[in-house]
């Protein structure tokens, strides 16, 4: 049985991640410091005699008795609420926290995987943003801590790759929905979702015609687990090509509630991305993957996630 050490474990996809592993038989480690994340999400794993929780800081030394067959690096905060609230914090997990995790997977002779992000994309020049696009981004904008963190993190993975000879992987993970998010976490989902089940105004930031595209949690966890276990050491975009306006995504949950809430218009935020979606044809090559789930199934089943918890 494999053993798969998860940082970021009890976050949003780093939880449903374990769940996955654990289902496909590997052993699991899930490893967080709880600034972001919530042992809510991993709760129900307790007394699974093939998973266990370590309370611990990757911006330290990791050390783990047990060998670990492979190192899936998801810790970091991931919404803007939360990097602009803990901008060192974020900075330290993309680089610190990478450089230990890397060191960890060296030792242990394990593959490792990196949560990577859209947002090395920056606000892109080119649409749909293919992997070997380098992106546009603002190195000392608001929203640098975060993607200069995993722009780093990105080009330490591959220096161990290149220089130590380390089975890495890249995963570029595009906008991602589903239950276990957090609310009022300043992402699009769950806040439109919360205006939209208590009444309040829906809040769309500009004129509502920037884009993103929406993957449902189980699949993108799918391809994340395919690029693990491929032979693929590049960058592998992992999203939903299916591109709509944030005006008609607030539109579609306000059909999908019931609610008749206002849409209310703010101004955009600094560096806002205008539009945003994956080529996806390496990872339908490399992986045999697209997703599966549509915007519509998706949103429902995180509605009812979060109905009783508004």
């Known amino acids: 049985m494999e053993h798969v050490l998860v940082t970021g474990g009890t976050g949003f ?3 449903h991640l374990c769940d996955l592993l654990l289902r496909n038989g590997h052993a699991v480690t899930a490893m967080d410091n709880l600034i972001t994340g919530s042992v809510e999400n991993i709760a129900h794993l307790a007394g699974n005699a093939n998973f266990s929780f370590v309370h611990h800081d990757v911006t330290e030394h990791i050390f783990l008795e047990k060998k670990v ?11 803007p609420i939360d990097y602009l609230k803990l901008p060192i914090e974020t900075l ?12 960890l997977a060296k030792a242990h002779g394990a593959r490792f995987l990196l949560a990577s992000t859209s947002e090395v994309y920056g606000d892109p020049l080119v649409h749909p943003q293919k992997e070997d696009y380098w992106g546009n981004v603002n190195p000392i904008g608001p ?12 080009a330490i993975t591959m220096a161990y790759h290149n220089h130590h000879g380390l089975a890495t992987h890249i995963a570029r993970i595009f906008n991602t929905y589903g239950p276990r998010m957090r609310l009022h976490d300043g992402r699009v989902v769950p806040e439109l979702i919360f205006q939209a089940l208590t009444g309040k105004p829906l809040t769309v930031f500009g004129d509502g015609s920037q884009t993103r595209s ?40 306000r059909r999908l509630t019931g609610c008749g809430n206002q849409i209310e218009f703010r101004p955009l935020p600094v560096d806002d991305p205008t539009r945003r ?23 429902k089943q995180t509605i009812e996630y979060f109905r009783p918890r508004v």
């Not at 929203?143 to 990105?154: L, N, P, Q, T």
Request: net charge negative; charged share 25%; glycine share 6%.
């Open 214 to 253: 929406f993957c449902y949690v189980s699949d993108e966890v799918e391809g994340i687990y395919r690029l693990l276990k491929s032979d693929c050491a590049s960058p592998v975009n992992i999203g939903n090509p299916v591109e709509m306006t944030v005006l008609q995504f607030a539109e579609t949950i």
């Open 69 to 79: 067959d492979a190192v899936m690096h998801f810790a970091s905060p991931a919404s």
């Open 277 to 299: 979606r994956p080529d996806i044809s390496k990872a339908r090559e490399l992986l045999d993957w697209e997703p599966k789930v549509d915007i519509e199934e998706g949103l």
């Open 143 to 154: 929203r640098s801590v975060y993607d200069e963190a995993k722009r780093f993190a990105e």
């Open 92 to 103: 330290k997990v993309g680089s610190l926290g990478t450089h230990n995790a890397l060191g």
């Open 13 to 15: 996809l780093g939880s």
